[in-house]
Structure formats: structure tokens, C-alpha cells
């Protein structure tokens, strides 16, 4: 069954960060993400997020980050979007500052559509010019129309 990843997206699950510390925008995201009515476990969401992260940082590099779970109590995708302006330490495998975490929640049986939509994220948002066009937008209706440009294409 073919996803639609603009119907994952919403403007309300996109923020300018408060914190730049990982563990603080983590918590921050995951009560974003929380928001969703797809989201019935917050407890386990944040349980697996921070799991994920024990085992190895979702900063890929590039500026990006990508931290997810898949669990049973979700329902369905959910991704929000998190905007650091001045970059912070997400201890990404290069080493380099973080700007934009896009948090993935789906179900625990959406394995193969979540490879897709991950590798959606990572292939355009790795650009610096496409980072630099969502860092200087001025609302959160441009951050999603610019992040869902090329992807409903390739959908």
C-alpha cells in the first residue's frame, strides 16, 4: 500500500526548538509527537526513542538527525520537525552541528514504508541548500511546504 508522507506531516508537529541540549529536544519532540491522536503510548515512545539513542545516535550528520521508534501503540506515521537555528551537539556520526531533527513514529509493522520515508528525509534534507531554505523560513506552513517538495514526487 502505497503512503502519503504529506499526510504524515502537519504544521502544528513543527518547532523552533527551546532547548539545545539532545536529551532536552528529545523530550521536547516526543511531547510534540505525542500530540497525534496516532500516538496512544507516550510513555513507550519516549522509552524506545531514548533506547534507540543508547544504542547509537540518529545525528546521521549533515546537520540532520533522525530520531524514531517503531512501536505497536502507534497507529499510524507521525513525524515532527524540530529547528535548531544555531545548530547543536546531537553527537552526530560527523561530528558537525545538528539544525533540523525530524522525528519518525510509526507502527511497528510499517517497516518497509518506514525505510522509505527515511530514506525521503535523509536524501533531501542532507543538502545544505534545502537546510538553509528551512532554517530561514519564516513560518511553520513554508518549513512543510519546502520539506514535502520533492517527496511527493518520489511517493
Known sequence: MPF????????????????????DVLNELINLTSTSPFITEKKELREK???????VSTGVGVGLATPHAKIASVKDFVISIGICRGGMDFDSLDGNPTFIIV???????QSADFLKVLAHIVK??????????IIDASSKDEVRDIFLQPMAADA
Open 124 to 133: 533531501y534534507l542532507k543538502l545544505a541548500p534545502v537546510q538553509r531554505r
Open 103 to 109: 522525528m519518525i513514529a510509526c507502527n511497528n509493522t
Open 4 to 23: 502519503s508522507i504529506d499526510k504524515m506531516i502537519s504544521a502544528d508537529r513543527i518547532v523552533d526548538l527551546k532547548s539545545s541540549r539532545k536529551e
Open 49 to 55: 526513542i531514548f533506547e534507540r539513542e543508547r544504542t
